[in-house]
C-alpha cells in the first residue's frame, strides 16, 4: 500500500517527467565587484521560472566567503586590487570554489537547473566538467559596466575599500580570450533591460569549444 499522499505523488511523478525529458542548464555569471551579479541573477533566476517553468537554484558565491568571521583589526584585504596575504586569498577561493562546485552538483543530481554567480577567472575548467558530468547546457555570462558606474554602485552599497578590486578585475576579465563574446556592458541597465537584450544562445559554450 502507498502511503504518500496523492498531492506529494503527483508532484513526485510531476519532477521525475521534467527531469526525464529536459536538459538541465548551467548558467553562470561572472563579473567585476559593483556589476550587478547578485541583483542579476536573482532576476534571470525568476524570469527562468516564470517564463520558461523552469526549476532554478541559485547559488551566489559570496555567501560562502561571507561566511568567514574575520577581526575587526584585520588590515585591508586587498592593496593594488589585489590580495595582501596571498595564501590566505588562495586558501578562501579554493573552499569558496569547492563549495559552489559541490552545491551546484547536488542541485543538478536532481534535475534543477542552476545560476551561479561569482568571479571567474581560471575556473573554467572546473565548470565545464561539471556541465559534461551532468551533460547539461552551460551559458557564460560576464557582466561589466563603465568605472564610473562601477565605482557609484559600490559606494552605494558602502563597500569603498572594493573599488581598486573591482577596476582590477574588470581590466582582467574584459582582456581574457575566452570572455570575448560573452562580455556584456550593463551601464545604465536594468535587470528587466539585460535579460530582454541577451541572447542566451550567443552565451553558450559548447563542448566542442
Not at 584585504?77 to 590580495?83: E, K, M, T
Not at 595582501?84 to 569558496?96: A, M, P, Q, T
Not at 556541465?131 to 555570462?141: G, Q
Not at 528587466?192 to 566542442?208: G, K, L, S, T, V
Request: hydrophobic share 35%.
Amino acid at each position: 500500500m502507498n502511503s504518500r499522499p496523492a498531492s506529494e505523488e503527483n508532484g513526485r511523478k510531476h519532477f521525475e517527467s521534467w527531469t526525464d525529458n529536459e536538459m538541465s542548464k548551467i548558467t553562470f555569471i561572472s563579473g567585476p565587484c559593483g556589476c550587478g551579479k547578485t541583483t542579476f541573477a536573482d532576476a534571470y533566476a525568476r524570469h527562468a521560472v516564470q517564463e520558461e517553468h523552469r526549476t532554478v537554484y541559485v547559488i551566489h558565491g559570496d555567501d560562502f566567503h561571507h561566511g568567514f568571521v574575520e577581526p575587526e583589526d584585520k588590515p585591508d584585504f586587498f592593496r593594488d586590487g589585489q590580495a595582501s596575504d596571498r595564501v590566505l586569498w588562495e586558501e578562501i577561493l579554493r573552499f569558496n570554489w569547492d563549495c559552489i562546485i559541490a552545491t551546484a552538483d547536488r542541485a543538478l543530481q536532481q534535475g534543477l537547473d542552476v545560476i551561479i554567480d561569482y568571479v571567474m577567472e581560471d575556473e573554467m575548467p572546473r565548470v565545464r566538467a561539471l556541465a559534461e558530468k551532468h551533460r547539461a547546457a552551460l551559458y557564460y555570462i560576464v557582466l561589466t559596466a563603465d568605472e564610473d558606474e562601477i565605482e557609484k554602485r559600490i559606494r552605494n552599497r558602502g563597500d569603498v575599500d572594493l573599488i581598486e578590486r573591482a577596476f582590477f578585475l574588470k581590466r582582467k576579465l574584459e582582456a581574457l580570450p575566452e570572455n570575448r563574446g560573452h562580455l556584456y556592458n550593463n551601464t545604465g541597465k536594468t535587470p528587466e533591460d539585460a535579460i530582454r537584450e541577451i541572447d542566451p544562445e550567443q552565451y553558450r559554450i559548447r563542448n566542442d569549444i
